[in-house]
């Protein structure tokens, strides 16, 4: 008995493949799958109360199996939070806490890095808790080749075209603003 994959399973598949022994993670969605990295998963002890970090990249693989086209909308995810004793209470400590979550969509082109140094949670040693180099052309290329090997092409998502139609428009009132003031400047002049 033979089992026919199609060519969306294909390129799952490759990509995959291309992802072993790597820190990225190929997770099927309903029209296509996420690349996923988790760049920062730590939690550590800061002098005066716990605080923690989560960063997540996705790269959101969109196909179109009728056509073998597919785009790449980048997902970044980074959240902050903390909780401590407020130094400024005076003698009656009050806890606090903040949280800060970040998200940029769309396509983007970072290289960061990052290591820090604090308190492991468990082990209440000082210990490593972030350390990564990131590169998301690294991601781009795990998906870009086994597609063009398989035969797919790829076009840019929603987010990529919305973002391009708002430049040209932004660039179109710029430019008609741009006349009307050396219009109205040449009117004066008369």
Do not use: C, N
Not at 7 to 27: F, I, K, M
Not at 120 to 136: E, G, H, K, L
């Amino acid at each position: 008995m033979t089992t026919s994959t199609s060519g969306a399973d294909d390129l799952r598949a490759a990509v995959a493949e291309q992802t072993a022994g790597t820190p990225y993670s190929v997770v099927p969605t309903p029209d296509g799958f996420d690349l996923r990295i988790d760049l920062a998963d730590a939690r550590w002890y800061g002098l005066l109360g716990t605080a923690g970090r989560r960063k997540v990249v996705q790269h959101r693989v969109r196909l179109d199996e009728s056509a073998r086209r597919y785009s790449i909308t980048d997902d970044h995810y980074d959240v902050h939070w903390t909780a401590a004793a407020d130094p400024a209470a005076g003698q009656v400590p009050r806890l606090v806490a903040s949280a800060e979550v970040t998200r940029f969509q769309g396509r983007v082109r970072e290289v960061s890095f990052e290591r820090t140094l604090g308190v492991d949670a468990q082990t209440a040693r000082p210990a490593v808790v972030v350390d990564y180099v990131f590169d998301s052309a690294q991601g781009h290329r795990l998906v870009r080749e086994p597609a063009q090997r398989l035969g797919w092409r790829e076009r840019m998502g929603d987010a990529q075209r919305m973002g391009m139609v708002a430049g040209i428009a932004g660039g179109g009132v710029a430019a008609l603003v741009g006349v009307t003031i050396a219009v109205v400047a040449a009117l004066r002049l008369l």
